[in-house]
Nanobody
């Protein structure tokens, strides 16, 4: 049974930073492309960034240059460093594989950026 548990969210002012963490259990991690997604009420979940097992990264245009995705395969962890946060980054952030495996969705972690 694979579980993904997100943490690190919170309330931050515009321009601030947060680092999100995703802890993965189960033997899925080192070869899988992992990703961060986010969702706001009334909108579809959107891809924020992904990282391949070998470390190749890709970012949504809206976060490129501000967010950095990384992973620690030995520890089964994925991270999202978020800098220069904007109010439009407010959302619940989730990690999952890329492409998504629906059974792997966790509870997410709320990020709120105040003006």
């Amino acid at each position: 049974q694979v579980q993904l548990v997100e943490s690190g969210g919170g309330l931050v002012q515009t321009g601030g930073s947060l680092r999100l963490s995703c802890a993965a259990s189960g033997r899925i991690f080192s070869t899988k492309t992992m990703a961060w997604y986010r969702q706001t009420p009334g909108k579809q979940r959107e891809l924020v960034a992904f990282i391949s097992g070998g470390g190749i990264t890709n970012y949504a245009a809206s976060v490129k240059g501000r967010f950095t995705i990384s992973r620690d395969n030995a520890a089964n962890m994925v991270y999202l460093q978020m800098n220069s946060l904007k109010p439009e980054d407010t959302a619940v952030y989730y990690c999952n594989t890329f492409p998504v495996i629906p059974d792997y969705w966790g509870q997410g972690t709320q990020v709120t950026v105040s003006p």
